[in-house]
């Protein structure tokens, strides 16, 4: 069934004249990767050092793990110019990793030796790198440091300035533009987690993890081999029950509100702000090391787990939300997507077009309030989605009504078509239409997915999760090494990693306060009280 709000502000659009200005939103990717040696262990060596300083790196950076690299694009205009970039930020990764070391080719790591094998990052001894390192350690303490290896893939989205005047037009709104904006931000952001299921159904990638990463602990696994487990129908166990979640929610009572910007910076200021009984027991500092950066339900708020954020660029020691609060919201990350294990970079153009198309959708349609009983109907649909997704006859619950999964997203993607249509003639291409059409084939057969595609290679090559990932992680090696980069692209990284390691010294010696001062003086941005509006 269309959705006829879409249909009618995309005619406003194209009857406006102005659509091409949709030509230059910007996009980027954030791409995380583990470091294994050779025989498919967690790297226990450091960061290499001819990346750069991870700290200071605009493009090259560590997540929770030493052993845990991401690589960042700027936002661009295009996905050629995205996808170029990735590319030859790994190559020159791996002109510089030693000992033969490996980028895994999946999200879910393998021959992971028990949480000690799990190195924290470490950023120096500035006082803000300090805070990332015990952030992570207080993660670890929380959570569990097995949680924080699994890779994941980010998409960052923004439409360009010109369109947001124009589209406050054809609206008819007359609200202060950067509210606006904000306003319709959210609204695309609740329309994502409405069809937060259908990410890991197309693009998930990890339906089976080496015994090893489930430490013998009970789950809802079945065995694929002696060193495999796995759900014969999942799709993206990384999204599902045995990923790294905040699960303690219900008993807290704390969840983030997306009804607009000032409830959803004030959600997450509470969490910040109230004290958990049980991080207390966890200690702050305790026996002369910081082992958290405090004991309320979230430290910071990157720690609350969203499948999609509205993000706003921060100064040196300006926290997230309150940027958001003073600025709005500036670019959307959608967080779900699983490492593409059949792609060299993590992520193919065909997801890229898919995923901007999917984004604008999103945002044309009406986007009322999630309420009590949609939230949990979204929760559970998403962990269906990861754990039972190409189930034959699966049904989901949308409005409180079930529908059957392959009904709901071919009617998502019927809405999806004209704005492919839009993007194929602004762009000159078909690749939008094309890019929709491949994901209404995996609706129509879910061996299709990657997912399904995975665990067939499996079980024709006689092989578990571990050697198929090792497989593709040297092919993908192979890749990278057999395609250098350029010498004045490698310049251009080399002088990157030079500055990134003397802007962290300078860090370093520009401090004139402790760590115990710094925290003191980053927390009191905090309001003493949310200012619900």
Known sequence: MLDHSVEQRLARLVDSGQAEC?????????KESLRVSPDGKLAQTPHPAGLGSPLTHPQITTDYSEALAEFITPPLVGVEAVLDDLRDVQRFVYGALEHDELLWATSMPCVVAGEASIPIAQYG?????????????????????????????????????????????????REPLQDFISARYFGMIRNLQRLGWMVPYLFGASPAVCKSFLSGQPTQLVEFDRYTAYQPHATSLRMGDIGYQNNQEAEIGIKADYSSLDAYVDSLICAISTPSPRYERLGVFVNGRWEQLNANILQIENEYYSTVRPKQLVGPTEMPSLALRRRGVRYIELRSLDVNAYDPLGICEGQLRFLEALLITCLLADSPPITDDERTDIDNNELIAAHRGRQPGLELRRRGEAIGLRAWGEAMLDNMQGVCELLDTLHT?????????????????????????????MRANGEGFFHFAMRMSQQHREYFLQQPLESARAAEFQRMAETSQRLQADLEAADDKSFARYLRDYFAQLPAQPTRQ
Do not use: C
């Open 429 to 457: 291409t078909d690749a939008y239409v094309r890019a929709l059409a491949t994901q209404r084939d995996k609706l129509a057969d879910p061996e299709l997915t990657p997912s399904a595609r995975m665990l067939a290679e």
């Open 22 to 30: 949709l030509r230059e939103a910007r996009m980027g990717v954030e």
């Open 125 to 173: 001894d500035s006082n803000l790198g300090q805070m990332k390192t015990v952030y992570r350690r207080g993660l670890g303490h929380r959570y569990g440091r097995l949680m924080q290896v699994i890779a994941g893939v980010h998409f960052n989205y923004s439409l360009p300035e010109a369109f947001w005047p124009l589209f406050r037009e054809l609206e008819g709104d």
